[in-house]
C-alpha cells in the first residue's frame, strides 16, 4: 500500500469512528497496513534540497568531513571515532533544531 492510498483508508476509518456511515469501510488488516505505511513514512524522512544544503553547510562550519573509503564521518575537534550518516543527521537535527 502506498501512502496516498493509506491517507485515504485512514481517513475513512476515521470518519466511520466518528459516526459517518454505518459499516466500517475497510478491515483490521487494511487498516494495520495503512498504520503501518504511515509508520514506516514518519520514521524515514524525506530531506529536500534546502535540508541538504542546510546539513553540508552546518558540516563545514563544524569541521566534519566525510571519508570516502570508510564511507563515516570525522571531526578533529569531537571525540568521535566515525560517525555513519544516521549518527550525524542527529546530531545536525539536534544542533539546528530540525
Known amino acids: 500500500m502506498n501512502t ?4 485515504n483508508v485512514l481517513k475513512a476509518h476515521n470518519e466511520w469512528r466518528r459516526g459517518h456511515g454505518n459499516d466500517m469501510p475497510h478491515g483490521p488488516a487494511t487498516i494495520g497496513e495503512a498504520i503501518d505505511t504511515m509508520i514506516a513514512e514518519v ?8 535540508d541538504v ?9 563544524n ?7 570508510t564511507e563515516l564521518w570525522y571531526n578533529d575537534e569531537e571525540e568521535f571515532e566515525g560517525l ?3 549518527e ?3 546530531i545536525w ?3 539546528t533544531k530540525l
Request: glycine share 6%; aromatic share 22%; net charge positive.
Open 63 to 69: 569541521g566534519w568531513y566525510y571519508g570516502k573509503l
Open 93 to 95: 537535527k539536534e544542533a
Open 88 to 90: 550525524i543527521l542527529k
Open 53 to 61: 544544503q542546510s546539513f553540508f553547510s552546518w558540516a563545514d562550519n
Open 43 to 50: 520514521e524515514n524522512p524525506r530531506y529536500f534540497a534546502k
Open 4 to 7: 496516498k492510498e493509506s491517507v
Open 84 to 86: 555513519t550518516i544516521e
